[in-house]
């Protein structure tokens, strides 16, 4: 029970650092943290999904400037709902090497000694030292608590978020876009699964609009905001 504690634990930090630190921060600039705080999380997510910073915010606002037209990156409307859903992290690989797109659309990400030397050339080292971190943690069982770390995000944020939330849900604002509101309350996906809502405003890092609406990633960046590690940019 307590290693299943634990995944679930680490997968949420993960989700937690995607919505936060890639998205809000670093893809749509609507929330600064404290440098520690924004380079602890950039180093969790080269553990535990080997994803690049510039990758992934340039394949984000590509996705932004198409929204569910020819040129958008995963949109089900363009490639299926299913190939989103089961085969996300697929286009999202296939995106990752267009070197001009990644140039042109990632710009402002950071560009610092480890992005150089660690993150960015080695990013698939991280998901390995993940691997043996596990298994001096949890034993043979840390093979299993790897595995989830590695689904984790290709399932809820490039299956769920991208392909379901622009296929199925409610709709607060008719966006030029399909983008919908898969639930009200998104505790499981960081708040991404308000996902017309953040189309409607992506400058927002609040994705919630309704009250009767919860976004636990605006939660978080609040408590942080309260102990000055977070501050929200004003437009």
């Given at each position: 029970?307590?290693?299943?504690?634990?995944?679930?634990?680490?997968?949420?930090?993960?989700?937690?650092?995607?919505?936060?630190?890639?998205?809000?921060?670093?893809?749509?600039?609507?929330?600064t943290f404290h440098p520690a705080v924004a380079h602890?999380?950039?180093?969790?997510?080269?553990?535990?999904?080997?994803?690049?910073?510039?990758?992934?915010?340039?394949?984000?606002?590509?996705?932004?400037?198409?929204?569910?037209?020819?040129?958008?990156?995963?949109?089900?409307?363009?490639?299926?709902?299913?190939?989103?859903?089961?085969?996300?992290?697929?286009?999202?690989?296939?995106?990752?090497?267009?070197?001009?797109?990644?140039?042109?659309?990632?710009?402002?990400?950071?560009?610092?000694?480890?992005?150089?030397?660690?993150?960015?050339?080695?990013?698939?080292?991280?998901?390995?030292?993940?691997?043996?971190?596990?298994?001096?943690?949890?034993?043979?069982?840390?093979?299993?608590?790897?595995?989830?770390?590695?689904?984790?995000?290709?399932?809820?944020?490039?299956?769920?978020?991208?392909?379901?939330?622009?296929?199925?849900?409610?709709?607060?604002?008719?966006?030029?876009?399909?983008?919908?509101?898969?639930?009200?309350?998104?505790?499981?996906?960081?708040?991404?699964?308000?996902?017309?809502?953040?189309?409607?405003?992506?400058?927002?890092?609040?994705?919630?609009?309704?009250?009767?609406?919860?976004?636990?990633?605006?939660?978080?960046?609040?408590?942080?905001?309260?102990v000055g590690l977070a501050k929200i940019v004003v437009?």
């Open positions: 029970m307590s290693t299943i504690i634990a995944t679930l634990v680490m997968v949420q930090i993960t989700i937690a650092c995607v919505t936060l630190y890639l998205h809000r921060s670093q893809a749509h600039r609507g929330v602890a999380m950039r180093f969790w997510l080269f553990l535990t999904t080997g994803m690049v910073t510039k990758q992934w915010v340039a394949i984000h606002r590509k996705h932004h400037r198409f929204d569910d037209a020819e040129g958008d990156p995963h949109s089900p409307h363009m490639f299926g709902i299913w190939t989103v859903f089961f085969k996300g992290a697929l286009l999202y690989n296939k995106a990752s090497k267009d070197k001009q797109m990644v140039a042109q659309y990632g710009v402002g990400t950071p560009d610092d000694w480890m992005e150089r030397n660690v993150y960015t050339p080695h990013s698939r080292l991280g998901i390995v030292l993940m691997l043996i971190i596990n298994l001096c943690l949890f034993g043979l069982w840390g093979w299993l608590v790897w595995l989830v770390q590695l689904v984790w995000i290709p399932l809820w944020a490039a299956g769920v978020v991208n392909g379901v939330g622009h296929w199925w849900g409610y709709r607060n604002t008719d966006t030029k876009d399909f983008s919908r509101n898969v639930v009200p309350w998104d505790f499981w996906v960081g708040g991404e699964l308000l996902h017309n809502n953040h189309h409607a405003d992506p400058a927002s890092p609040k994705l919630s609009r309704k009250w009767y609406e919860f976004d636990i990633g605006w939660m978080y960046i609040k408590m942080l905001k309260t437009r």
